[in-house]
């Protein structure tokens, strides 16, 4: 049985189509959606960017990101060339005039859907809508998606807020944070909103705290530059990780539909309590083993003085009555241990347990909601150990991914940009941040980061390939707890 959902045809326009992020996801992306059978016939991708080049050379880059970068569809000549009959290119130039007329030509202006995707420097967003607007490209009907970073701060947040709604209704854009793209935190919201088991026990009557981890093997690499002038906290706690404690702690929304699910999350951000600038342990990491290979942070991004952080570990507070007593822990580091994001609900101890044998199971339930390297989610509980050997408890994992009861299309889902692409022709923009939830986000994180500015905190160096600085260890000890192991 398929079940790939088609979707109305529709007019692409990938401006950055030669980008790194275009080579990397989009067009492998939307090939592996091609692949699936979803990409209607007619259906046109236009990639736009600043080199001049026919659509032959566009297609011969796109073949081969496509063959790089589409992962498991080992895509045979004849569907790839299918595929790239769908590309044309246009030369244009954001900030000039050039090309926006040809661009105009390419689209088929008949009624269907077309989208512009903006995967380029955030500083081009406002020249791209104004020249769409001025050469009559702008529908009340098309469709913008922009990536991350939404700003710096508050302020440049809401000057591209202000900028894109020149020229766009909010309806019709879509900010894209591609960890909501991921199946499991789809999963998370069917888990809980799908089932009478969980919602009852969902809070903090029940649930001791909560511990998201964003933890990542590889450095800040070749773009050092960029990184550290964000730091951990504008790259990813502002953005994903508040995205990932959003969806654990709204409240359920009466329906499953865009603005319902994020007022819900807008409710949470502005709930969060603040936190104080010092209490947040911030990491820099250290050369590895092979210093040549995996230089020091500070050498990475060559600021030998660098106060920029790589590593975040924090405690968060929901001043709301669900929450109010159950905190979260966020943590989130480049160079660590393994590459793994984790949501784990550890709920509290029975209040009373009946068996003698307490060495063995932990009686705690956690349910572990794993986003990468394998997404799924288990729940442990405690059972019998099987044998003769009496009433002896042992913790198993409850296994809630179904790999094997769906089969193999559930085995290899679609990649987080894929079925965000394809939300944005559908329509559907609940898995895209408003822009009064990034400005709330952006509001609760600036005092925390003007904090270190003006205390000029400097970031404690922890070891590579490591689980971050002691002092997150003790972050967690002062509250009797341990970090779920990086695995
Ligand atoms: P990139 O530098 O690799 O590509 C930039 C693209 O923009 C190129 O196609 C270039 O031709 C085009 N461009 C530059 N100036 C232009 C102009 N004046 N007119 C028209 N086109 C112009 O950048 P990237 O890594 O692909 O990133 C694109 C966007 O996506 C950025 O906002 C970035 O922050 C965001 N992003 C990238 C990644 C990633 O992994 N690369 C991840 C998340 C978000």
Not at 56 to 83: K, P, Q
Not at 120 to 128: K, N, R, S, T
Not at 456 to 472: C, I, L, Q, R
């Amino acid at each position: 049985v398929s079940r790939v959902i088609p979707v109305d045809t529709f007019d692409l326009v990938i401006f950055g189509g030669t980008g790194d992020l275009a080579r990397r996801k989009i067009l492998p992306g939307l090939f592996r959606r091609f692949c699936a059978g979803q990409i209607p016939s007619d259906a046109r991708i236009i990639g736009a960017a600043r080199g001049e080049m026919d659509n032959d050379a566009y297609r011969e880059i796109v073949a081969e990101a496509v063959r790089e970068f589409s992962g498991s569809h080992h895509c045979e000549d004849g569907t790839l060339e299918g595929f790239l009959e769908k590309l044309s290119y246009a030369h244009v130039d954001a900030r000039g005039e050039d090309g926006w007329e040809t661009l105009k030509q390419l689209m088929s202006r008949d009624g269907r859907i077309e989208a512009f995707y903006f995967s380029v420097a955030p500083g081009l967003f406002g020249d791209i809508a104004k020249r769409l607007h001025a050469h009559g490209m702008v529908s009340p009907t098309c469709r913008v998606v922009v990536e991350k970073p939404f700003g710096r701060d508050l302020q440049s947040a809401r000057e591209l807020n202000q900028t894109l709604a020149q020229h766009f209704d909010e309806s019709q854009i879509y900010r894209i944070d591609h960890y909501l793209g991921k199946e499991t935190v789809q999963n998370l919201m069917a888990v809980r909103f799908g089932n009478v088991l969980f919602e009852p026990l969902w809070n903090s009557q029940y649930i001791d705290h909560i511990q998201i981890t964003v933890a990542e093997t590889v450095g800040v690499g070749g773009r050092g530059e960029y990184y550290d002038r964000s730091g951990a906290m504008r790259d990813m706690v502002q953005n994903h990780l508040m995205q990932l404690l959003c969806l654990i702690a709204m409240e359920p929304p009466a329906k499953f539909d865009p603005d319902a699910v994020r007022d819900e999350k807008l409710k949470v951000i502005r709930a969060l309590e603040p936190v104080m600038p010092h209490h947040v342990v911030r990491g820099q990491y250290m050369a590895g083993e092979d210093e040549d290979a995996h230089p020091d942070y500070r050498t990475a991004v060559g600021d030998p003085r660098s106060k920029t952080e790589s590593f975040i570990a924090m405690k968060v507070n929901l001043a709301n009555w669900r929450w109010a007593g159950t905190p979260f822990y966020l943590r989130t580091g480049k160079r660590m241990s393994a590459r793994s994001s984790e949501i784990a609900v550890v709920f509290k101890p029975l209040p009373h347990t009946i068996f003698e044998d307490v060495e063995h199971g932990t009686n705690r339930n956690v349910l572990a909601i794993q986003l990468q390297p394998n997404e799924g989610i288990t729940m442990d509980v405690t059972i019998k150990e099987p044998g003769p050997g009496g009433m002896r408890l042992i913790d198993v994992p409850l296994d809630m991914t179904f790999a094997e009861a769906l089969g193999p299309e559930v085995e290899d889902p679609p990649d987080a940009y894929e079925r965000l692409i394809m939300d944005v022709i559908r329509g559907n923009q609940t898995l895209f941040m408003r822009g009064d939830e990034v400005e709330a986000a952006w509001a609760w994180t600036d005092p925390i980061i003007a904090g270190w500015e003006a205390r000029g905190d400097v970031p404690k160096p922890y070891e590579s390939g490591g689980s971050g600085p002691v002092e997150a260890d003790q972050l967690m000890a002062r509250d009797g707890l341990i970090w779920r192991e990086i695995t």
